[in-house]
T-cell receptor, first 117, second 111 residues
Framework: DSGVTQTPKHLITATGQRVTLRCSPRSGDLSVYWYQQSLDQGLQFLIQYYNGEERAKGNILERFSAQQFPDLHSELNLSSLELGDSALYFC????????????????FGSGTRLTVV | SQELEQSPQSLIVQEGKNLTINCTSS?????LYWYKQKYGEGLIFLMM?????EEKSHEKITAKLDEKKQQSSLHITASQPSHAGIYLCGADGAYGQNFVFGPGTRLSVLP
C-alpha cells in the first residue's frame, strides 16, 4: 500500500456520461497530481493541486475538471465521455510545493481503470 | 516543452543476464527520476539523480546521470523475473514546467 488511495479501481460507463474519480493523498502530502495513461499516449500529466489550489495544468481537456478539498483529497471529473477517454487514471501525491519534484519522487496510487463503451 | 526518449522500447532477456535502459532528454535535466510500473498498476519510485556523474543503486539496479549528454542509464545486474515491468524515466523541467515522463521501456525476464 503506497498510502495514496484511489477509488474506484474499475469503472465502465457509456459515451456521453460523466464520472468522478477520487484520490486521497498520502498523509502529510499537500500536492496531488493527476495523470492519464493510455497505450498510445503514455503517461500524460493532467493537473496538479497544492493545498487546495490549482498549481499546474498539463494536457487536460476542457471536458475534464478537478478540485482539491480542504481535507486534501482530490476529485477528477470527466464529462461527455468519449471512447478515447478509456485509460488508466493515476493520482500521485508529494510534499513538494511549486510543482517541483522532491528527492523522494511522487507516490502513486494504483489507478482507476476507466472503460468507456 | 521538455521531452524524454527511452531506449529500447521493449526488452526480453533471460534470467541472470544484465541489461541497460537509456533515457535521453531534449533539454537540460534538473532532476532525473526512475520509476517501475507493473502492468496495470501504479508507479513505484526507484531513485532520483540530480548531479552530473551521480550514480545510485537500489538492490541490483544502478542508475547513472550524464548531465552533459542529458542522459541517464538504468542498469540491472543478474536480472530476475521480479524485475519484469515497465521502467519509466521522469524529469523536472525548468522552474515552473510540468514534470514529464518518458514513454517507458517494457522489460520481460524469461525464467
Amino acid at each position: 500500500d503506497s498510502g495514496v488511495t484511489q477509488t474506484p479501481k474499475h469503472l465502465i460507463t457509456a459515451t456521453g456520461q460523466r464520472v468522478t474519480l477520487r484520490c486521497s493523498p498520502r498523509s502529510g502530502d499537500l500536492s496531488v497530481y493527476w495523470y492519464q495513461q493510455s497505450l498510445d499516449q503514455g503517461l500524460q500529466f493532467l493537473i496538479q493541486y497544492y493545498n487546495g489550489e490549482e498549481r499546474a495544468k498539463g494536457n487536460i481537456l476542457e471536458r475534464f475538471s478537478a478540485q482539491q478539498f480542504p481535507d486534501l483529497h482530490s476529485e477528477l471529473n470527466l464529462s461527455s465521455l468519449e471512447l478515447g477517454d478509456s485509460a488508466l487514471y493515476f493520482c500521485a501525491s508529494s510534499v513538494a510545493t511549486l510543482g517541483r519534484h522532491t528527492n523522494y519522487g511522487y507516490t502513486f496510487g494504483s489507478g482507476t481503470r476507466l472503460t468507456v463503451v | 516543452s521538455q521531452e524524454l526518449e527511452q531506449s529500447p522500447q521493449s526488452l526480453i532477456v533471460q534470467e541472470g543476464k544484465n541489461l541497460t535502459i537509456n533515457c535521453t532528454s531534449s533539454k537540460t535535466l534538473y532532476g532525473l527520476y526512475w520509476y517501475k510500473q507493473k502492468y496495470g498498476e501504479g508507479l513505484i519510485f526507484l531513485m532520483m539523480l540530480q548531479k552530473g556523474g551521480e550514480e545510485k543503486s537500489h538492490e541490483k539496479i544502478t542508475a547513472k546521470l550524464d548531465e552533459k549528454k542529458q542522459q541517464s542509464s538504468l542498469h540491472i545486474t543478474a536480472s530476475q523475473p521480479s524485475h519484469a515491468g515497465i521502467y519509466l524515466c521522469g524529469a523536472d523541467g525548468a522552474y515552473g514546467q510540468n514534470f514529464v515522463f518518458g514513454p517507458g521501456t517494457r522489460l520481460s525476464v524469461l525464467p
